[in-house]
């Protein structure tokens, strides 16, 4: 992970915690979630709809052409 500065990068978010209780977990726990540590896939898109899922940009363009986003 590099060390950006915008509003979603490392530095900016240390910040936010800066004298606050325990930020060194927090800014861990930060790295560990924008690195894809927690990404796993699982079957549950299969066990509750019963099909394979999709992908997104398939499901945004079926939207989009539905016409869901003037709903």
Do not use: C, K
Request: proline share 4%; net charge positive; charged share 30%.
């Amino acid at each position: 992970m590099t060390d950006r500065t915008g509003p979603h990068g490392r530095l900016d978010h240390g910040r936010r915690w800066q004298g606050r209780e325990q930020p060194q977990l927090s800014i861990g726990l930060y790295e560990h979630v924008r690195s894809g540590g927690l990404a796993s896939l699982g079957d549950g898109v299969q066990r509750a709809l019963g099909r394979a899922p999709r992908d997104f940009s398939d499901y945004v363009e079926a939207a989009a052409r539905e016409g869901v986003r003037n709903a």
